[in-house]
């Protein structure tokens, strides 16, 4: 499923974004965010598939548990792949892409979420733990959500301070990562 939705993701996007998104710019703020979190998904990952497979030490999952996070893991991983598709400044580095006109994106996901790729990514990595079958997997998983809301709140203050249009989208859309229902009834009176 995984592959899968990577290869969705890399033919959907932004000829630019993907670029962007295989060879970054300078310049980017992020640094030990990312390749903390890119460790820390492979360290889910692997662990999960080795507790499973030969370590056996908290391989309990109930199989209706690990059907469920696979149900949840593939919707969030939709939701990152809307997120990219809808906007094309969706870079792996916290940097602001002037050389490719970079705006505020309102549309898709950013109508009602500032941020609903970290959104996906906190709910499809944890849900990945579950769905191979390992509890002790959630640990990195954990350390991964907690690397991913830190970097969203870095980006909050980065695109605040030096992306025109920001300030007033964050007053429109006060979420970060979970949509509040008066933001969702407003977008639907507008309607």
Known sequence: MFSAMLLLSMLAVDPGLAHERAHPQAGGQDGRSRFGAGFLFLVTVGFAAMDVDRL?????????VSIIALALFAPALAL???AMIVNPFFS???????????????RGPYRWLRHP?????????????????SWLALIP??????????RARWEDEILKDELD??????????????????TLIREKVRR
């Not at 056996?56 to 209706?64: A, L, M, T």
Request: hydrophobic letters at 50%; proline letters at 10%; one cysteine or more.
């Open 117 to 133: 790729g970290y959104l996906a990514m906190i709910i499809a990595i944890p849900a990945s733990a579950l769905a191979i079958g």
């Open 92 to 106: 792996p580095v916290i940097r602001i892409q002037a050389e490719r006109g970079h705006h505020v994106i309102t």
């Open 165 to 182: 249009g920001y300030m007033d989208y964050m007053h429109r859309v006060p979420s970060g990562f979970f949509p509040r229902v008066p």
């Open 80 to 82: 990152k792949i809307w």
């Open 141 to 150: 998983a954990a350390g991964f959500c907690l690397i991913i809301m830190r």
């Open 56 to 64: 056996h030490q908290s391989d309990s999952v109930p199989v209706p």
